[in-house]
């Protein structure tokens, strides 16, 4: 019994030892930021530490504001440490590199310097956006041997019926940017104004059979929405009631040429919308068509570019 209570005092003192370290934080190195968010912050921030290397990227809306002081939202460093800034803080990146500076002082009385990083954000296709081209990369084969190529259709006459692709070419798309998903995307409306002739192209093959519509009627006549993926940097254009029509790719480092399969190129100067519409063709499938603009407008689609320019 004696050694039972005087085993059970030591372990109580032990304990006592023990909890007035952890009290003291002598031994708490951590320095780190766990989580923060700013104002019109675009997506989720990336923190990254190496060592004494320590920095945040985050992606920022300056269209919302169009200034660099931007507040901070939230901050939570690591468990015992503190931070010289806080919630409602306004942190400033109003210089050459966007860059600031958060310290962050851990329960052991250790610093560290996090370099944070404001990577500014406005969404390129927003505005308003006149075609400029319409062209078709083609084949049966793909280009494997020598069959592919490109037809301008917003120039060609007797191949269509009725309102032809030429109907477009005064059509002034607009990109209306509402606001941003959770993750980050932008999204917002499409309007399709027809332009001064007041119309839209049916994409009626000559032979009165062959609706190209579904294949070439990506932007509706109606309108629509779109979402830009940050991650992918992938557009997925939409019906009006949010139902996916096709996604594009956005290219705006013009000029560029541009070859679908490695094969033959074309050069586009003004910003492009590319699609994917292979699934879309007929697929007739006979090398009947080959060097036909019908087989690389109508049976065997790949590309589909819409040029455009502000």
Known sequence: MIFSVLGSIALISCQKDIMKDINDGGWNKERNITEIKFENQIGLATIT??????????KYNL???GSKKIKLLSLVPSWGATANMKSGDVVDFDNASNQAKIVVTGANGQQLEWKVNMIPFAEPIKGDWKITEMMVYGGCDGGAYGGDHWVNIGTLVSEFLDNKPSCEMDNIITFEQTGFTESGNSVGNIINNPGPDGKYADFKWKNGTDDASRIYRLIPK???KWEHNVVTDEYLIKDASGALIISATFRRDVPFEYK????KGYTFTNNTLIFNVKSLGLFVGSWNWIYNAYDGVIANPWRYCIGVKR
Do not use: C, Q
């Open 222 to 224: 109606s309108g629509g």
């Open 63 to 65: 269209d919302a504001t």
């Open 49 to 58: 530490r190496s060592g004494e290397n320590a920095t945040i990227s985050f």
């Open 260 to 263: 679908p399969n490695s094969k």
